[in-house]
């Protein structure tokens, strides 16, 4: 199927690291990304990463790829009250480039 | 620069009622993206236009729905008659590319959240 998967809830507590999963399903997709939703607001492209790499890193995110699992996941170091969103994941079809999400994520912090 | 902008922030309607949706993109976007999602499920595709012209439409769920992008700037996206599952956030998004080269970076609205009753 076309379901990219990931978990609906995420709770950690503010200073700690969060790991955000996805598994997607086209292992020909060429791009991978996250997208960040804050109340009220639109997606924000969080960061993105090329099929050719494993990891990406920028500032407190780091993005891990596992071509042969088809799994993707999203760290947060250092998590801030400021990170609580709903985190999504996308992969890129290379048939007609539109993108394929997940349900998000919603990153819970705790005091 | 202005972002996405889209129009109303949030609908209520009757079921059977009309919604027109409106979505301003970034000036200079040749692509435009509709998107919706459904309550706590995955986002998904709608449709997405180059310039004025539908370049993929498979998403759109039936003839109901009806998007146009008349002279190749803001899009409209019309539901009629609405029905009770046509609620939901329908996102608006734009990019300068589309296609094999480059990550076809999207940006997008806050999105107008519909609710049919």
């Known amino acids: 199927g076309e379901d990219v998967e990931q978990s609906l809830f995420l709770s950690v507590r503010e200073g700690d690291s969060s790991v955000i999963n996805c598994t997607y399903t086209?292992?020909?997709?060429?791009?991978l990304y996250w997208y960040k939703q804050e109340p009220g607001a639109g997606l924000q492209l969080l960061t993105y990463i090329f099929s050719n790499m494993d990891m990406k890193q920028d500032q407190r995110l780091t993005v891990l790829l596992n071509k042969k699992d088809k799994h993707l996941s999203l760290r947060i170091a250092d998590t801030q009250t400021g990170d609580s969103a709903i985190y999504f994941c996308a992969e890129r079809k290379d048939s007609n480039y539109q993108l394929i999400w997940g349900a998000g994520t919603k990153l819970i912090i705790k005091p | 620069e202005a972002g996405v902008t889209q129009f109303p922030s949030h609908s209520v309607i009757e079921k059977g009622q009309t919604v027109t949706l409106r979505c301003d993109p970034i000036s200079g976007h040749d692509n435009l993206y509709w998107y919706r999602r459904v309550m706590g499920k995955e986002i998904k595709f709608l449709l997405h236009?180059?310039?004025?012209?539908?370049?993929?439409e498979s998403g759109m769920p039936n003839n109901r729905f009806l998007a146009e992008r008349t002279g190749g700037t803001y899009s409209t996206l019309k539901v009629q008659p609405a029905e009770l599952e046509d609620s939901g956030v329908y996102f608006c998004?734009?990019?300068?590319?589309?296609?094999?080269?480059?990550?076809?970076?999207?940006?997008f609205g806050a999105g107008s959240r519909l609710t049919v009753l």
């Open positions: 086209d292992s020909s997709s060429t791009y």
């Open positions: 236009f180059v310039k004025e012209s539908k370049q993929d």
């Open positions: 998004a734009s990019s300068q590319d589309w296609g094999a080269t480059g990550a076809n970076v999207l940006t």
